[in-house]
């Protein structure tokens, strides 16, 4: 079984500022790692996903996450934050060997502060 | 490219009434389906999914259904609606031969029940 916890149910960050949102996991088996992002009253669109390649993923808008297994890991950061990060992230975790659920944390809204 | 439909956009419905909620996915084949709900400040919770027509697996137990009728068209239904069925309901679908299970989602309905 799977499951993923994300630290703080809400984050506010200055406007320039390092944005670093925290995702752990939990997976008897390697996992696949993803870090959506809602806008209210839309849909998640993919931010980034690890998918056991280069433990630093690259994703877009400049969001970066690095897979650290020994910290059952998956940190979501941006260097500088821009007032249109403002939006729910959500990081999810599925088996690495072909499953049809991903497993959601509960989500982190992020608040930037002008 | 695939896009996936929702509708309605918005919804408000009484107490008692009954729902019927459609998503389609387009440019692709055989699709795994998924249905979640967001209830307010709460995460993810996925109610339905579905690998092919007439395929359903449920995942918590409740007053809604969801059908398959055909291989891009998924649909969730109540025959009489609760206060608690209130929420934002997202679609998803997920290309069934991948091996990271990306997930890729529709724009959303939100569900106000009277």
């Known amino acids: 079984a799977q499951s993923v916890t994300q630290l703080g149910s809400h984050v506010s960050v200055s406007e320039g500022a390092l944005v670093l949102l925290r995702c752990n996991y939990s997976s008897s088996v390697p996992p696949y790692l993803f870090w959506y992002v809602q806008y209210p009253n839309q849909g998640l669109q993919l931010l980034l996903k690890?998918?056991?390649?280069?433990?630093l993923v690259k994703g877009i808008n400049g969001f970066e996450a690095e897979f650290k297994k020994s910290e059952t890991s998956f940190h979501l950061t941006k260097p500088s934050a821009h007032m249109s990060d403002a939006a729910e992230y959500f990081c999810a975790v599925t088996p690495a060997f072909g499953n049809e659920k991903l497993t959601f944390g509960t989500g982190t809204r992020l608040t930037i502060i002008p | 490219s695939q896009t996936i439909h929702q509708w309605p956009a918005t919804l408000v419905q009484p107490v008692g009434s009954p729902l019927s909620l459609e998503c389609t996915v387009e440019g692709t084949s055989n699709p795994n389906l998924y249905w979640y709900r967001q209830a307010a400040g709460r995460g993810l919770q996925l109610l339905f999914y579905?690998?092919?027509?007439?395929?359903i697996s449920s995942e918590v137990p409740q007053n809604l259904s969801a059908s398959r009728p055909q291989d891009r068209q998924f649909i969730l239904s109540s025959k009489k609606l609760l206060l608690s069925d209130s929420g934002f309901y997202l679609c998803a679908w997920s290309v069934r031969t991948a091996s990271n299970n990306e997930q890729f989602f529709g724009p959303g309905t939100r569900l106000t029940v009277l």
């Open positions: 579905s690998v092919g027509i007439g395929q």
């Open positions: 690890y998918t056991s390649a280069a433990t």
